[in-house]
């Protein structure tokens, strides 16, 4: 906006268990080295076998080096939005990210100077990073966004706020169907029918365990000693 530039970055991605441990570590290592501090949001479910791959993400983070540097927040997106009410949003998931949401702050650059840098990312997962992760990171950008618009001395304007809210929304509904049609070869499928969900769970599944026993047997604590 004129001299003035303001981003938030936000990061989203399947849950890296399909992936060998040592791939798991160097993901969130990239992560750290890159973006600094990380709060991982999972929005898995606890039915349809979704528990199970929740709690294997669980484990798996708490066993790696990165357990007391990244904050693991659950929350049952199906569950705790039902029906289409986002309360739960404010209510519960806000109160669990709003300090980091504080510390980690945005990026802002004007008057030929970067006034403020942003020193952490929130990494948003589902089962396929579609719909729901890109409800909740929709919903996360707006939030920082208000606090984007004051620190660039906007809020004292309601009607250019809420053109600012508009936009944003139209183009996050865009990008999320781009994603969707990138990914599945169909637009964003939040709220109509979708593809058979145990089929492709069990897949999924299947898959991780498989890469994960493998890469188990890889590493140096797994190995018997002569």
Known sequence: LDDSLSSFIQIRGSIPLFWDVHFFYRHFSTLRRLYGK???INLLGVKEGEHMLSKAFVSHLKASEHASAIQ??????????KGGKTDKLN???KAQIQKFLDECG???FAADNIQRCQSGTIRTNCLDC????NSVQGYIGLEMLSKQLEEMGLTEKPQL???FVEVFRSMWS???D??????????ALEGKAKVPKLFVLLSKCLQFFSLFLTSLKALPCCKSHS
């Open 91 to 93: 209510t519960v998931l």
């Open 72 to 81: 693991m927040i659950n929350f049952d997106y199906h569950q705790m939005v």
């Open 130 to 133: 579609l719909d729901r992760t």
């Open 106 to 108: 945005f990026f802002h």
């Open 38 to 40: 990380q709060v991982v």
């Open 161 to 163: 706020v809420a053109r």
């Open 174 to 176: 865009v990008n999320g």
């Open 178 to 187: 781009s994603i969707s049609k990138i990914y599945a070869g169909t637009g």
